[in-house]
């Protein structure tokens, strides 16, 4: 019952339609990168590997072993200057020590490395219990200071955003 909820609410409020086309955007001219996806999930229907050209080397991961990808826990990762790419769509409002994650993933980009984020905004509880967070677009500012450019974009009206997708510049 809880995964047709949540299949309701993307399909309502346009969650990951608009997630999905800001990283096909994104990728579409990007060629001979390294790039890693924190939480790729189980669904091959929401991946966004699909979107990038077979040229970049491109790595899923997740913290569940059942989904088949490199098994990553993003809170614990210690990666140092290897990629050109790191996505984090879904995924920080699960994880409670989302600090650590940002730090990590900044630290894991190589110089002029982007982040990719996407977070819900105005959006229903979901896979409890770990559901722990939701982030404005001034927390983001706060939480991405090290980066040298973020650019925030959002679904919903700007006071009530269902999903705001971020990309960040090293």
């Not at 990666?79 to 020590?97: P, Q, S, T």
């Not at 819900?120 to 001034?138: A, K, L, M, V």
């Amino acid at each position: 019952m809880a995964k047709i909820k949540e299949i309701i609410a993307n399909f309502i409020l346009g969650t990951r339609r608009f997630s999905n086309k800001q990283a096909k955007k994104f990728a579409k001219n990007i060629k001979n990168k390294r790039i890693l996806e924190i939480g790729s999930g189980k669904a091959k229907r929401y991946t966004i590997k699909k979107f990038f050209d077979n040229s970049n080397e491109f790595i899923q991961s997740d913290i569940n072993p059942k989904y088949g990808h490199k098994i990553l826990d993003a809170t614990k990762m210690n990666y140092k200057d290897e990629f050109d790419i790191i996505i984090c769509i879904n995924v920080l409002e699960h994880v409670f020590d989302f600090k650590k994650v940002i730090d990590n993933i900044y630290r894991g980009l190589r110089p002029n490395g982007i982040a990719l984020f996407s977070v819900p905004g105005y959006y229903p509880i979901h896979d409890e219990p770990n559901d722990f967070w939701r982030f404005t677009e001034h927390s983001f500012k706060r939480l991405l200071r090290k980066f040298s450019y973020i650019k925030i974009k959002y679904q919903g009206l700007r006071r009530y955003p269902f999903v705001y997708f971020i990309e960040a510049k090293k």
